[in-house]
């Protein structure tokens, strides 16, 4: 009896083993099936990386890809940035009446009526939270309207100043009513600190793209690192506009030369010697203005620019200019070479691939973008050497 008791339970002790085998088998059949799903995924992904110095546009480029290639901003994101937009006109009125009297020389206000307006924007400028009250606007549209303080908006390269500002200085009127809803220029434009690194994933031409975000300013550098791995292409993001900025985290470093300093660090960084990057030369738009403005010539802070020419047939020969669009145009091309000369020493690998942007235009941004898209897939292709 015994003996029989031991056989039995020898059977079941095997059976139990032969069905954990089992399970574990296919446990191990169903993991490896889901990895070699997982890397089909990761390698038909085409990852990119937008780097480049604070404040040149890296997050408004995100956005126009929500805009062209997911659905767009809800009812509710929109809504969720109202406090934002308002807090960019506060920071805007604040710093350009706080400027006016440290200029030097100082700019005064054109209408003394408005030195009441001028004392509330400096008394609420600190306090948080702040509910934006009717006579905030109030105020703020009087002060925008002093030619005082456009006077101090022309010398704005003196003191930090967000871009925006003329934007949404300008529509105040319609930021302020009861019922706003902020368009798509609008969220294109609001300025937010990007901190840390945000991604953003969509689908175009069945080909699916992971896009990401790092902050710009120098403290946040650090962390780019973290994303250099399996980087299909990066699109260098630089302001063609900062050229007589200087940074708002070092004030005795000129915008233009930190993201030229910037690009070169990128270019000849040993970790991406064989990745191909995209130059976005953004903000075209304000480059124009400034340029045509004549307040800030470009030759003040690169002297070369003096008597640089431009390359032949960079304009066709029927197209009849103006010397103001002629102007524009040789700067175009003098920042656009002035990053070109770092990259001279660039092979089959490691590229350069440069175009003007302007990005909060979204028929620009899409224009290019899908241009960028065969090269991006070409680049995708020899990562993976399957082609």
Known sequence: MTQFMGCRATKLLR???NSEDKLKKENLKFVKKQLRKDKEVFESSVRLLLLGAGESGKSTIMKQMKILHISGFSDDERLAMIPVIKSNIRDSITAITSAMNKLNPPIALANSD???SLNYIQGISKTNPFNYPPEFFTHAVALWKDDGVQA???RSNEYQLI???GYFLDRIGDIAR???MPCDQDLLRCRVQTRGISETRFTLNLVSFQMFDVGGQREERRKWIQCFSDVTAIIFVAASSSYDLVLAEDPNKNRMREALDLFKDIWYNRWLRHISV???LNKQDVLAEKILSGHHPLQAEFPT????ILPENTIPKDE???AGDMEVERAKYFIKDEFLSITSDCDGEHQIYPHFTCAVDTENIRKVFASCTDIIQTMHLRQYQLM
């Open 320 to 322: 009849i200019m103006t």
């Open 163 to 165: 871009d925006c500002a």
């Open 305 to 308: 620019f003096q008597h640089y």
């Open 278 to 280: 995209i130059l976005f």
């Open 178 to 180: 009861s019922g706003y």
């Open 15 to 17: 059976s139990w083993t």
């Open 114 to 116: 408005n030195e009441s």
């Open 152 to 154: 101090c908006v022309t």
